[in-house]
């Protein structure tokens, strides 16, 4: 699926990413690398392998798109209490494996608390809102909040949407979510929950299904 912001082309993938063809850039929202083990730290019997699983989805990115960089908006890392040295090690060997990748982080609430990734992981850390092509009114940032003259690509919300009627017959989906200033990616991480986002009467929608990613009439 491909939409248009700020006259910039973008794929929709149904890994909950979204691919910037002209820049060669794929973006990811909120990873929370770590946040199961997190929870686990704290007594919460919650599963394992979500760490594996996400840079599995990243990888299936990668192949899918031939990115040349990932920018990851905000939230890479979920808390101190996340750096697990098995964890740490599975990232610090896939990044081994994709050396010539760019990696991006426009630092997030999450990022702040939980400090900058480990220096082997070579991520290039920056503030938001970070503008990565000055050619286009389009900056990537953490927290959606609108810049006059600008397009803001952001995290953090976690957007889905209902499907279906009666309650008890409705699916909860994450989604991509476009408004007019601000659009929002949805959570890559697979344990991060998810926040259903009102529509305005402009914006555009697109869920995510395990078959794809569709455009909401």
């Known amino acids: 699926m491909q939409t248009q912001v700020a006259g910039v082309t973008l794929r929709l993938l149904t890994q909950r990413a979204a691919y910037w063809p002209e820049a060669g850039l794929l973006l990811v929202a909120d990873l929370h690398l770590g946040k199961a083990q997190s929870f686990r730290r704290l007594g919460v019997p919650v599963p394992s392998g979500t760490t594996a699983a996400a840079l599995d989805r990243l990888d299936q990115c990668i192949v899918q798109t031939g990115a040349r960089g990932i920018v990851f908006l905000?939230?890479?890392?979920h808390s101190a209490r996340a750096r697990s040295p098995a964890a740490w090690a599975a990232v610090a060997a896939w990044r081994?494996?994709?050396?010539?990748?760019?990696?991006?982080?426009?630092?997030?609430?999450?990022?702040r608390h939980a400090g900058d990734p480990p220096a082997e992981w070579r991520v290039h850390c920056v503030e938001e809102p970070w503008q990565p092509d000055p050619r286009h009114a389009l900056l990537l940032a953490h927290h959606p909040d609108p810049v006059p003259g600008a397009y803001v690509l952001a995290g953090h919300v976690h957007p889905a949407v209902w499907l279906g009627g009666r309650a008890h017959d409705r699916l909860r989906l994450p989604c991509f979510h476009f408004g007019p200033a601000v659009g929002l990616l949805p959570a890559f991480g697979g344990f991060t929950g998810a926040q259903v986002v009102a529509r305005g009467p402009e914006d555009r929608v697109f869920v995510v299904h395990p078959e794809g990613v569709a455009a909401l009439p």
């Open 96 to 111: 081994d494996r994709h050396p010539d990748l760019a990696l991006t982080l426009v630092r997030g609430n999450h990022d």
């Open 74 to 77: 905000g939230d890479l890392i």
